[in-house]
């Protein structure tokens, strides 16, 4: 199996904790999304993955895009620990938290938006931090309330979910940007427990090998 990475996208990290929490041996290509113009853009990448974004995922015969699609696949496929539940009501709760942060907070913060910020809107520094800020704000706290009356240990009871697969990319990127987590102590420390996890910490951006 391989994995088309780079170390901090949010999108990729996804992907790396959840192979590792089923213990699945991977290959990681690293992609880097910033050297060269970004190595995304290349001939050979764009004809794996026409988004020119990561992760990929080559299992075989089987080329996926989208973290949470190939999360869904490792699941259908793979032994270990369900991520998604297959049945009842958890599995819509799952999913709907999941994608509060996968398709509501992360993409407008994504690399692509920000340089679009930078190079047609000529946004500085201190304004990329704060639009970066006031999406995460904006998203924890509708998470924080969400998840205050079904939270156990962890964001959905006392098993570790795709939401948790999620939420810890995401508190990475937060507290990169200087977001004050004391506003969001569910999702502090959910995201603090997660990251005493093996697999979460062998997935952590700064122990890759392309972390620069």
């Known amino acids: 199996m391989i994995l088309y990475d780079y170390w901090r996208s949010s999108a990729a990290y996804r992907v790396r904790i959840a192979l590792n929490?089923?213990?699945i041996p991977y290959q990681?290509?690293?992609?880097?999304?910033?050297?060269?113009?970004?190595?995304?853009?290349?001939?050979?990448?764009?004809?794996?993955n026409p988004n020119e974004l990561v992760p990929v995922?080559?299992?075989?015969?089987?080329?996926?895009?989208q973290s949470l699609t190939i999360i869904d696949y490792?699941?259908?496929?793979?032994?270990?620990?369900?991520?998604?539940?297959?049945?009842?009501k958890q599995?819509?709760?799952?999913?709907?938290?999941?994608?509060?942060?996968?398709?509501?907070?992360?993409p407008i913060n994504n690399l692509r938006v920000i340089q679009q910020l930078n190079h047609r809107f000529d946004i500085d520094e201190r304004n990329k931090v704060h639009w970066m800020q006031h999406w995460i704000n904006t998203g924890f706290a509708a998470l924080?309330?969400?998840?205050?009356?079904?939270?156990?240990?962890?964001?959905?009871?006392y098993e570790v979910s795709l939401v948790d697969v999620c939420l810890v990319p995401q508190v990475y990127n937060a507290l990169r940007f200087g977001v004050d987590m004391s506003a969001y102590p569910n999702i502090d420390e959910i995201?603090?427990?997660?990251?005493?996890?093996?697999?979460?910490?062998?997935?952590?951006p700064d122990n890759q090998n392309d972390a620069t």
Do not use: M
């Open 144 to 157: 924080e309330q969400k998840l205050a009356p079904i939270r156990g240990i962890y964001c959905v009871g």
């Open 191 to 204: 995201a603090g427990r997660l990251n005493e996890l093996d697999a979460f910490q062998r997935a952590a």
């Open 28 to 48: 990681s290509v690293p992609v880097n999304l910033i050297k060269e113009g970004g190595q995304q853009h290349s001939a050979d990448y764009a004809a794996l």
């Open 21 to 23: 929490l089923k213990g």
């Open 57 to 65: 995922l080559v299992d075989g015969e089987v080329t996926l895009n």
């Open 74 to 88: 490792l699941d259908e496929h793979y032994a270990g620990p369900q991520l998604t539940p297959s049945e009842g």
């Open 91 to 106: 599995r819509y709760l799952v999913k709907a938290l999941a994608q509060d942060i996968a398709i509501d907070i992360h």
